[in-house]
């Protein structure tokens, strides 16, 4: 089975798109599914290539013993729409400049990862307002969700 190849995108890569990232590196390997998916997160902006994480980003994960070491943010390319089969925005705005960069949806594989759970919504943005919190409650729920829709369309034979 061809394994399936999730990237996870928010303005600037530090906060939102890498615990997604590392959320769901997580939770697929606690279900013994790291070999079946491939997961990477990206910006849709230009203004933090190259940082790492966001060192409040970073605490959250760690709280929950996940690692994002050596992770730095990098832009999403129109060329990510053919090389991954699912590409997850945290909010409207990166939706829109998610579909900017690839020119459009015709394979219908740009989602908001919230869109997975029973309140589709948006991912809360930590930036503004430092509530890191809300970010992980809705990151995890949005990841864990999306992992049962893998189990039912990609995963399903394993």
């Not at 530090?14 to 590196?25: D, G, L, N, Y």
């Not at 050596?70 to 089969?85: H, I, L, V, W």
Request: glycine share 6%; hydrophobic share 35%.
């Amino acid at each position: 089975m061809k394994k399936v190849r999730i990237l996870f995108v928010c303005h600037g890569n530090i906060c939102r798109s890498p615990m997604a990232e590392f959320v769901m590196k997580d939770l697929l390997d606690k279900a013994g599914l790291s070999e079946n998916a491939y997961v990477e997160s990206a910006a849709t902006s230009t203004e933090e290539i190259g940082n790492e994480v966001y060192p409040p980003a970073r605490r959250k994960l760690a709280e929950h013993g996940i690692t994002c070491q050596g992770k730095t943010a990098r832009q999403m390319t129109r060329r990510d729409y053919e090389d991954f089969d699912l590409l997850i925005g945290m909010d409207r705005w990166n939706l829109r400049n998610m579909l900017r960069i690839t020119g459009g949806d015709p394979e219908d594989i740009i989602h908001l990862l919230m869109d997975y759970t029973d309140r589709p919504g948006e991912v809360a943005d930590p930036w503004y307002t430092g509530n890191f919190d809300a970010t992980w409650r809705d990151v995890a729920e949005g990841c864990q969700c999306l992992l049962k829709h893998l189990r039912n369309r990609f995963l399903y034979d394993y």
